[in-house]
């Protein structure tokens, strides 16, 4: 009969998938890992060429009022509030900036394209943008460099060739380097550890994952990584995921990676209603405010993130830098208000600087 | 396959009964925690079996309201969407200093002039429901992202997590979602107005010749879909201490898909609440079960979507079997 | 009146909410009335309108695909693999591509018709299931490195059209005169309006949905390789959420979701009235969020104005 | 010709429609149609598809107003509200397409609408169920289980569920429409049976069809001609 063929196929189906296992997780974007030293100490990178776009026949705007949008991944999570507000605070500062956000409501490839093409047609003077995908963002940004429009990123990397400058909050090393020292202070050197992300094809969380990898393998060897599980950028979601892996691992696991700002919270959720506080160490991204009580119940030992505030604020200051000529290509670093000097990195990138680490000694004394 | 049909013939209650999906599922649930339970005892701990019927439970409410909506005939794509508002409401109302039973109470209610507004369109103006209800997502989507520009709600009173509450040791979402089933089943079953809703969906040209209010029936549906709708935001808001002010993905889908599992005809007229709230658990347990088995993360949901696949199917064959045995 | 008597009342009310719109919006702002604007808009969404005209054929037998969006990221990644992994010559592979489309796609039709499986329900599950076999086949991994050549489908142009622009209008020609002019246009509508009837007037009724449903797969494979060019990159999340834009054009062009009605214009129309909404208010400065509320209420202002007018015409 | 009125002399018709009109945009469906229903009496409506019967069927079940004329119920006009207005007043319709709820068991599919309640607006089953199988065994129909799904009866036991129905409402005027279209000469038969008996325990039957044999079989009068206008 049809349909018990139809099923028995699917069940067999379903039961080979099963037996595959899991893989370790490698970021699948190929391209390679450099690990950081394990004792501290910056990895020494040659310096490279500016390797970003350039506008083609830019008006000069140099002292005058331009406007700038600002195209997130998504709006409507915290993290990209925080970063239009540095935005906002930096505009105010300069006064002779303007800058919107607005962009899709899913971290969406297609709708972000679209955004960013209807941006182009409205005409303004630049656009700052946080990729969804590196690629798949390039033809419509140099669509924008072509018609003379100032192009830089932040957050998320698009091709350097599709834009000027990219504002990098922390580098992929770095930010690996600093989750997983922080776990194996707590954990140990042969600790388990199982990590939330969002998904596995976003790029960030991608790279910072294979990063983790390259420098467990080289400084802590004998940490056992157990298995890594998608949620979304979705709290509930989130929640349930560590949830199951506190029931499955039960006292076999010592440590929670969150990767993202919302995986992070509702993993020291989960820790926090299976009674786990103490056991089960949670590190992870995230922002203050979401951490705050988790901290303060010392369930949460350390929080690592650069301060998006200031990522968006120095954004701003880079595209006006760049827009008064006072950021060329072969330039060196940049003076960003109140951050003060930024330094140039890696060709084309300006880097925000290491990423912070909150604990309950200084938690309070931010508010984002 | 044994003679179900000579078994059963004769005694119409207990093929019913056996025939049911509500059996099916159950028998599926602990085929599945019996299996994954040998692979993996841990699976089967207490406090996973409360993890995963806590996972959904709020799922289970929604689905309840949802298992009405389609028993009628209709559908509501737009209940995802009413969930996030519902919880941004519910929140920013405790942080305004209302009384924390109030801000639990507000948002149901406002669910039910939703959700009945909908059933206007509906009923009185004949927009098809998945027209009518794909017009709401967008509209409550985007009015949330309106109102309050995506940001977290936190520092939510003391008092407000109504779902972290336990009742003898079990959760307050799993009472409710006990409770409000084993209600909801056997209102639907031994109501006028419950059985009008299987009337109607059955056929609704006959159940208006029949003497049954049809249009006031799909209004009163939908604002019962609101009531659950809004419970269901309720457990939804009160389960974390922050309050994410998104509509979560596919959230809709998965409510549907609750309902759909559970047995509910998607052409109307037939389907239980009990049906439902079994479904939204076993999906619950399956999801759990493929982090515990190991399967790999990249086949999660296409492993995922053959068993939804797998379970409509056997429903089917089910169904086929019932009508060929009476 | 004569937008109340006749035929197609629906199309005529959308034609005129069009012509408001697009009169309102290039009085608010100068950029949006414009041919380079207009074609530009026509290469971001032509992938919407691919999908949305087999979506009318489906939609008019009176059942629905829910997992387009799905079935065009499968073959997003099929192209990728095929191409990069198993070695094949790009060509064949977007054949294997298109091809896998319709395949996803008749596998729903057979479960609609041979396991009778209602049709919500069906795509549901293939929903997850298709996005789901190209996460496992992907392996979350892009492909990238399309030679310059592939990209003349996405981002090329012809005589300053862009080549999906006039790719979309052929198929939309098509696909009018599919459902308009030929048999199985006929027997779409039939079935439809009776399917019993139609089984009894001789109609192959199983075979006809199976086409319609593998047309659907086939176009969405066909919006697969379009996308993929236009992008540059493959990535098994394309397409997300792809479906409700798309049923929200057919239904916006009149299609009636219970079957029997629906005609391609109106599909069309409806398919040009969101879009050219969507990018004219955000030309003018409206943002996003409120731009999806304009859409869901256009959406229910529209179904509900041609119900009143049917209504005043029969009394 | 006018066969003899089975239940002795002509007793007062329970429903009359004295010329009744209805219009619709473009089609006058009726002009000036009157009627009488008498109990014990089937009463033969003979006529072409799209005659008109549609229409009729519906002015007396209370689905349509009449434009003009007048309905009446035992000898008072009423203004039937709806269809569960005529049922109230006696008038149950068995529409051709037997407009049934194939998922519901054959108990509820008769007591739709008007189940046995009990206390706190809950559905007694028991009564239900028992009345159902006593309704059946007045039709002689007790071979349908009363928990059977109705979808999985034959056309010729829908119908008879679909008539015990009727009985349990306490129809005093049974309309039927075409009710042998779809069944097979023996059930056609059985179904004759039970007309007769209903006529002999004083209902009223308006019996629509356009098979003139079954109307010479059953029939007790019929509309003639001049006083129609189909």
């Known amino acids: 009969m049809q349909t018990k063929r139809f099923m028995s196929a699917a069940v067999a189906a379903a039961l080979a998938w099963t037996s595959m296992g899991h893989a370790a997780w490698d970021g699948a974007d190929d391209l390679p890992t450099n690990p950081l030293p394990c004792d501290g100490g910056g990895g020494s990178v040659a310096a490279k060429p500016y390797d970003g776009g350039t506008p083609s026949g830019a008006a000069n705007m140099a002292g005058k009022k331009i406007s700038l949008v600002d195209v997130p991944k998504l709006i409507g999570i915290g993290y990209f509030n925080a970063t239009a507000l540095g935005m906002q605070q930096a505009a105010e500062e300069l006064g002779n900036v303007d800058v919107v956000t607005d962009g899709p409501t899913e971290a969406n490839i297609d709708d972000q394209i679209t955004f960013i093409d209807n941006f182009i047609t409205q005409g303004v003077d630049g656009i700052l943008f946080a990729a969804n995908d590196p690629v798949a963002i390039a033809p419509v940004l140099k669509k924008a460099l072509g018609q003379g429009i100032h192009v830089v990123g932040y957050d998320a990397n698009s091709q350097p060739d599709a834009r000027e400058w990219f504002v990098n909050q922390a580098e992929f090393n770095g930010i690996a380097k600093s989750m997983v020292d922080a776990m194996a202070a707590e954990i140990g050197d042969d600790g388990k550890f199982a990590i939330v992300t969002s998904t596995f094809t976003t790029p960030n969380q991608a790279r910072w994952i294979a990063e983790m990898e390259a420098y467990l393998a080289k400084c802590h060897p004998g940490m056992e990584w157990l298995e890594t599980v998608e949620a979304q950028e979705d709290n509930v979601l989130s929640f349930n995921q560590a949830t199951t892996l506190i029931n499955k691992y039960g006292d076999d696991l010592d440590g929670l990676f969150g990767m993202t700002s919302v995986a992070t919270p509702a993993s020291a959720e989960a820790v926090t209603q299976a009674g786990e506080c103490g056991d089960i160490a949670v590190v992870g991204l995230a922002t203050p405010n979401a951490m705050k009580p988790y901290v303060k119940t010392d369930c949460v030992r350390s929080v690592v993130l650069w301060n998006p505030v200031d990522l968006g604020y120095a954004a701003v200051y880079v595209t006006r830098a760049v827009v008064d000529g006072d950021l060329k290509p072969g330039g060196t670093s940049v003076d960003a208000g109140r951050l003060g000097t930024l330094q140039v990195i890696n060709g084309s990138e300006i880097l925000l600087g290491a990423p912070y680490v909150f604990d309950k000694s200084n938690i309070d004394g931010f508010d984002f | 396959m044994p003679d179900f049909g000579a078994l059963l013939r004769g005694r119409p209650r207990l093929r019913a009964a056996v025939l049911s999906q509500e059996a099916v599922l159950l028998l599926a649930l602990l085929a599945l925690l019996l299996v994954v339970g040998l692979i993996n005892e841990r699976y089967v701990a207490e406090r996973n079996l409360m993890s995963i019927a806590l996972a959904h439970a709020y799922i289970a409410v929604a689905a309840i309201g949802m298992s009405m909506v389609i028993i009628t005939g209709n559908i509501d794509i737009s209940v995802g969407s009413l969930i996030g508002v519902l919880a941004a409401v519910c929140g920013t109302l405790a942080n305004m200093g209302l009384p924390i039973g109030l801000a639990w109470l507000l948002p149901i209610l406002l669910a039910i002039v939703i959700s009945g507004s909908l059933g206007v369109l509906v009923a009185y103006c004949r927009i098809p429901s998945i027209v009518a209800s794909l017009g709401y997502l967008s509209i409550l989507k985007g009015g949330l992202i309106i109102w309050t520009g995506g940001a977290w709600i936190t520092d939510l009173p003391e008092n407000f997590g109504l779902a972290l509450q336990r009742w003898g040791g079990v959760p307050a979402p799993i009472w409710a979602m006990l409770i409000l089933t084993a209600l909801a089943a056997y209102w639907m079953r031994n109501s006028r107005t419950g059985r009008a809703f299987y009337a109607i969906g059955g056929n609704a040209e006959a159940a208006r010749l029949a003497g049954i209010p049809t249009q006031r029936m799909v209004v009163l549906v939908f604002m019962l879909n609101g009531l659950f709708a809004g419970i269901a935001g309720i457990l939804f808001a009160t389960q974390l201490k922050v309050i994410q002010t998104t509509v979560p993905p596919y959230l809709e889908l998965t409510i549907i898909t609750a309902a759909v599992v559970g047995g509910v005809s998607i052409l109307g007229g037939t389907g239980t609440v009990i049906g439902s709230t079994l479904a939204a658990v076993l999906l619950a347990a399956i999801g759990s079960a493929l982090i515990f088995i190991d399967v790999s993360p990249f086949w999660l949901r296409a492993t995922y979507g053959t068993l939804i696949l797998v379970t409509v199917l056997f429903d089917l064959h089910r169904r086929r079997l019932q009508q060929r045995a009476s | 009146m004569k937008l109340i008597s006749g035929s197609h009342v629906h199309e005529k009310i959308l034609a005129l909410m069009l012509i408001i719109a697009l009169t309102v919006l290039s009085m608010l702002t100068d950029k949006f009335m414009t041919v380079a604007n207009i074609l530009n808009q026509g290469r971001l969404i032509a992938e919407i309108g691919l999908v949305a005209l087999p979506m009318t054929l489906i939609i008019v037998t009176g059942g629905i695909d829910l997992a387009v969006g799905s079935v065009l990221g499968l073959c997003a990644i099929v192209l990728g693999l095929a191409w990069k992994s198993l070695g094949l010559p790009l060509g064949a592979a977007m054949a294997v591509a298109v091809a896998v489309g319709a395949l996803a796609g008749c596998f729903n039709g057979l479960l609609i018709t041979r396991m009778r499986v209602p049709p919500l329900i069906t795509t549901l599950a293939t929903l997850a299931l298709f996005r789901g076999v190209a996460e496992g086949l992907s392996q979350a991994r892009s492909v990238r490195g399309y030679p310059e050549w592939f990209f003349f489908l996405g981002q090329g142009e012809i005589a300053g059209i862009p080549v999906q622009v006039i790719i979309l209008v052929a198929m939309t020609v098509l696909f009018w005169f599919l459902l308009a002019k030929t048999t199985l246009g006929r027997s779409l509508y039939a079935i439809g309006s009776n399917e019993v009837a139609a089984r009894y007037s001789g109609i192959a009724v199983d075979r006809v949905k199976v086409l319609a449903y593998g047309l659907s797969g086939l176009m969405a494979g066909l919006a697969a390789v379009i996308f993929v060019s236009r992008v540059s990159t493959t990535r098994s999340d394309m397409g997300t959420g792809l479906e409700l834009d798309v049923i929200a054009a057919v239904v916006l062009g009149g299609t009636s979701i219970f079957g029997g009605r629906g005609t391609i214009v109106g599909t069309i129309l409806g398919f040009l009235l969101i879009g050219l909404l969507k990018n004219g208010l955000a030309l003018t400065g409206v943002k996003g969020d409120a731009t999806i509320v304009v859409i869901g209420l256009v959406l229910i202002l529209a179904i509900l104005a041609s119900n009143l007018v049917e209504r005043l015409r029969d009394g | ?230």
């Not at chain 4, 009359?16 to 089609?27: C, I, N």
């Not at chain 4, 009496?41 to 689905?63: C, D, F, M, R, W």
Request: charged letters at 20%; hydrophobic letters at 45%.
């Open chain 4, 1 to 230: 010709m006018q066969a003899a009125p089975a239940s002795g002399a002509a007793a007062a018709p329970v429903v009359r429609l004295a010329e009744v009109s209805k219009s619709f945009p473009g089609v006058k469906a009726l002009a000036g149609v009157s009627l009488e229903l008498r109990p014990g009496e089937v009463h033969a409506l003979l006529g072409e598809n799209g005659a008109g019967k549609s229409t009729l069927i519906k002015i007396l079940s209370g689905v349509y107003a009449p434009d003009a004329g007048q309905v009446e119920i035992d000898g008072q006009a009423v203004a039937l509200q709806g269809p569960a207005h005529a049922q109230r007043l006696g008038v149950a319709t068995i529409h051709q397409e037997l407009l049934q709820f194939p998922d519901l068991t054959v108990a509820e599919n008769i007591f739709l609408g008007h189940a046995p309640m009990r206390r706190w607006g809950r559905i007694d089953w028991e009564t239900s169920r028992r009345r159902a199988a006593e309704l059946l065994a007045q039709l002689g129909a007790s071979d349908i289980s009363v928990d059977a799904v109705v979808g999985s009866l034959s056309v010729g036991n829908r119908q008879r569920v679909e008539i015990a129905k009727a009985l349990a409402l306490d129809a005093r005027v049974l309309v039927m429409d075409e009710p042998t279209a779809a069944l097979t000469a023996h059930d056609a038969e059985r179904l004759f049976a039970t007309v007769r008996m209903l006529c002999g325990r004083g209902v009223a039957i308006a019996y629509i069809s356009h098979r003139l044999s079954e109307i010479f079989e059953l029939a007790d009068r019929w509309p003639t001609p001049t006083t129609t206008s189909w």
